[in-house]
């Protein structure tokens, strides 16, 4: 009697402990999308630094942000980026351009070698937004071409992508989000060029 009254116990414990449990934190990243390579390129001999993408208006963490309106924003408990978005964003960014073969070579703002050319990009928005029982995943960023001697401006244009999710939660905003980027690595290349 006693060992079934133990046992009823061990299973209720373990029934509440499993009931209580925190689903898994969900690591999403973003896909470097397939980037056509450019040739005869008049930067061909030329190197391009592609500075930390600053945000003008939100945090820019590992956390997803969403938004229901202009007044409610949040961001998801158990789904985040593998790294902060800034981060991902230039690593995608120097990935693009090192696929496209439309400089010699592109490094990060790290780098102590000299460039030729400066990207910086200014982050507007970069974020899940739902509405009702739409869901998208927007997306606008200013990106300022500089030349790496002078320090003037040479071109300077904001891009933005406002690209329909397939569901209203974390994933379905990330599978949105990438087809944004690889829209916005075709747009930048294009304008580069």
């Known amino acids: 009697m006693k060992i079934k009254i133990y046992v009823i116990v061990i299973f209720l414990s373990l029934g509440i402990v499993a009931c209580t449990q925190a689903p898994a934190l969900k690591i999403y990243t973003l896909d470097v999308p397939k980037i056509a390579m450019v040739k005869n390129s008049h930067y061909?001999?030329?190197?391009?630094?592609?500075?930390?993408?600053?945000?003008?208006?939100?945090?820019?963490?590992?956390?997803?942000?969403?938004?229901?309106?202009?007044?409610?924003?949040?961001?998801?408990?158990?789904?985040?980026?593998?790294?902060?978005?800034?981060?991902?964003?230039?690593?995608?960014?120097?990935?693009?351009?090192?696929?496209?073969?439309?400089?010699?070579?592109?490094?990060?703002?790290?780098?102590?070698?000299?460039?030729?050319?400066?990207?910086?990009?200014?982050?507007?928005?970069?974020?899940?937004?739902?509405?009702?029982?739409?869901?998208?995943?927007?997306i606008s960023i200013q990106f300022t071409l500089i030349d790496g001697n002078t320090g003037k401006l040479i071109k300077s244009k904001r891009f933005y992508y406002q690209e329909k999710t397939k569901s209203t939660n974390a994933k379905g905003y990330v599978d949105a989000t990438n087809v944004a980027i690889a829209k916005l690595g075709k747009d930048l290349i294009h304008w580069m060029k």
Do not use: A, C
């Open 44 to 138: 061909q001999y030329k190197i391009l630094k592609v500075t930390f993408p600053q945000s003008i208006r939100e945090e820019m963490s590992e956390k997803i942000n969403f938004s229901y309106t202009n007044d409610e924003r949040g961001v998801y408990q158990n789904s985040q980026w593998s790294n902060t978005m800034s981060k991902l964003l230039q690593g995608t960014l120097i990935d693009m351009f090192d696929k496209s073969k439309l400089f010699k070579t592109v490094v990060s703002d790290t780098s102590t070698l000299k460039e030729d050319y400066r990207l910086e990009s200014n982050i507007f928005t970069f974020e899940h937004r739902v509405r009702g029982i739409e869901s998208y995943s927007v």
